[in-house]
């Protein structure tokens, strides 16, 4: 690669470190190498290593929560709170695990996480009130659902996808009878 690299080659390559070996990996000199440029590509595009970071967790916040949101509302023939069950239990989700690691100890993560958190709970607590649920059951159901997600994103044992949909249709039926 030449140093030519854009704030995007930077932030996607910074989301496979992170994914993959954690926070502590954020560093410009490691994904400078990995990149193959100089350190000075990297101050091109971020002021400091917290501009990085902040640019991590807003691409974080695009991929995990409003590309979800967007690509369940464009599909208007699926049943959305079913797609998002598909969708994010069928996700790999290193990421997640690895940005709520960095949550407990970067206050920057720390917010990154809670404003997501709300996000995704608000838009579930929306798609179940659609569902016909009162707002204060719909409220009550996504917290539980998205606790089940958090679980589920931070176990390390999966099912096997022969078993995960059987768990998903239950789930759904929970929550929205």
Same mark, same amino acid.
């Given at each position: 690669?030449?140093?030519?690299?854009?704030?995007?080659?930077?932030?996607?390559? @910074?989301?496979?470190?992170? !994914?993959?070996? @954690?926070?502590?990996?954020?560093k410009a000199d490691p994904l400078a190498k990995r990149l193959g440029v100089s350190r000075g590509s990297f101050y091109w595009h971020f002021a400091d290593?917290? !501009?990085?970071?902040?640019a991590i967790l807003k691409r974080w916040r695009e991929i995990a929560a409003e590309q979800i949101i967007a690509d369940i509302e464009a599909d208007r023939e699926a049943e959305?709170?079913?797609?998002?069950?598909?969708?994010?239990? @069928?996700?790999?989700?290193?990421?997640?695990r690895a940005v709520r690691n960095w949550a407990a100890?970067?206050?920057g993560a720390q917010a990154a996480v809670r404003a997501i958190d709300r996000r995704r709970l608000d838009y579930i607590e929306g798609l179940l009130v659609t569902h016909g649920l009162? @707002?204060?059951?719909a409220r009550a159901r996504a917290q539980i659902l998205y606790w089940t997600f958090l679980g589920f994103a931070l176990a390390d044992n999966r099912p096997p996808?022969?078993?995960?949909q059987p768990l998903l249709d239950e789930l759904l039926r929970m929550v929205s009878q």
């Amino acid at each position: 690669m030449t140093d030519q690299l854009s704030a995007d080659d930077w932030i996607n390559e @910074g989301l496979r470190a992170l !994914a993959k070996s @954690g926070f502590t990996a954020l560093k410009a000199d490691p994904l400078a190498k990995r990149l193959g440029v100089s350190r000075g590509s990297f101050y091109w595009h971020f002021a400091d290593l917290s !501009a990085f970071h902040a640019a991590i967790l807003k691409r974080w916040r695009e991929i995990a929560a409003e590309q979800i949101i967007a690509d369940i509302e464009a599909d208007r023939e699926a049943e959305p709170l079913r797609s998002l069950l598909r969708r994010t239990f @069928g996700a790999k989700l290193n990421l997640e695990r690895a940005v709520r690691n960095w949550a407990a100890f970067d206050a920057g993560a720390q917010a990154a996480v809670r404003a997501i958190d709300r996000r995704r709970l608000d838009y579930i607590e929306g798609l179940l009130v659609t569902h016909g649920l009162s @707002g204060t059951t719909a409220r009550a159901r996504a917290q539980i659902l998205y606790w089940t997600f958090l679980g589920f994103a931070l176990a390390d044992n999966r099912p096997p996808e022969a078993r995960l949909q059987p768990l998903l249709d239950e789930l759904l039926r929970m929550v929205s009878q």
